[in-house]
């Protein structure tokens, strides 16, 4: 069924100009990075017009309409991800650290072409367009079907279990980490949302992205806790940002999918561009001091803030019946986040003051950007908030007492616990690289 016909191939609209506005900016800046960040380099020419062919079969997939133009160009997106990550061709961990990219990338491949093959089947059109309009969508071989578009968009945004190649691929120029974090991971969530239509008639498979995000979302910001590393920081903290992106598509809410998928990008770029210059910069002693229970309470009011501020700006109505109310949730525990963890400077404004101010701005300024990437992506009606069940619930409040744990540092008053060293360790070690992809040598780089 994935056969071309005269129809046309490809097909814009409000989702396809988002992405595009996205990639191109992300490319262009990197693209002028690259160019005095590889001066002098034999390569750099290849390095560009390999990031120029990159963009372009993005940007091919982003306007896909055809499941077959789709595929192909992602696979195309890959294999010239995993040769930017191989731009040291002479450098064994470099060559390892693409070999591990291209094998899951190789593994999301046939996922999405038997899950591509399958819903094409069913819906008996290789149109995207027309398969998210089909009404067959009860029928088991459509279910398979979007089971394994979910499984090869886990294996694009380092979802764990597939996080490995991820989090060993920190050998790469920074450019292509830049692409690749800000850019390439988030091919899955684009694909979750050009099937949003479907995946919404399968609470199943939107229980099964909720979880999978969340057990991502909450190791991979464990782990970045745990790294002296700034690249591999940075690694882990996108793994976690992936996962909350694929908990956000588990609610129903893909339009707040998209905003966080946008700003982790850019916000992702600026910190690999910018990786370099950390080193140099004048540190501050800037702790903000141990949180008790009583700064804590004191906290709570500017978390409302920000979560009512959130609400009214993003227009999710606050439901306690559906997953809408988990996204003021989280509002809320970011809004209290930034309360507890700012901290007062000499002759500035009393915290009482600064603190609600900065809970109205950051819960206002988020809910706003949910706000208009949904009213630009309103046509193709990407929010529909879930019932809110045993699995949601669950899944939140688990969200919530990790997020309680790390604020009473649970895990100091378990330091001298022999579970705790032995979380740690484990914690520790599953957060390395694969041990291929590591230069123990300086003579090992092949110079």
Known sequence: MLEFSR???????????????????VAANVSAFSVRYLAGDRKRSLHLALVCLLAVSVLTMAFADHLLVLLMSWGLSNLLLTRLMMHKTEWTAARNSGLIAAKTFGIGFLFLLAGFW????AAGSPYVHEIVASTETASDEMKLGLLLISLAALTQS???????????????PTPVSALMHAGLVNGGGFLLVRFSPLLLEQPGILHFLFLAGLVTAVTGTFWKLLQTDIKRMLACS?????????????????????????????????????????????????????????????????????????????????????????????????????ALRTPEFPGSMPRFVTIPVMGLIAGGSYGASVALIESILEPLGLNQAQPLDFVYSTGFGTLMLVWLAMNFDLAG???????????YVAALNASQP???????????YGI
């Open 7 to 25: 129809s046309a191939l490809f097909r814009s609209d409000s989702l396809s100009w988002v992405m595009a506005v996205l990639i191109v900016f």
């Open 118 to 121: 399958l819903v094409s089947d």
């Open 158 to 172: 380092a979802a764990w279990p597939f996080h490995r190649w991820l989090i060993s691929s920190l050998n790469s």
């Open 238 to 338: 996108t793994m976690g940002q992936m996962g909350f992106m694929i908990m956000q598509c588990g609610m129903g809410l893909f339009a707040p999918a998209v905003s966080h998928l946008c700003w982790h990008g850019l916000f992702k770029a600026y910190s690999f561009l910018n990786s370099g210059s950390v080193i140099r910069e004048k540190r501050l002693d800037r702790t903000a001091g141990v949180v008790t229970f009583g700064r804590f309470l004191a906290a709570c009011p500017a978390g409302v803030i920000g979560a009512w501020a959130f609400a009214w700006t993003s227009h999710i109505p606050f439901d306690l019946a559906d997953t809408g109310c988990l996204m003021t949730g989280i509002a809320f525990m970011a809004a209290t986040q930034i």
């Open 413 to 423: 008053k378990m330091q001298s616990t022999v579970l705790w060293k032995r979380l």
């Open 434 to 444: 694969h041990p291929k992809t590591v230069t123990a040598n300086r003579s090992n």
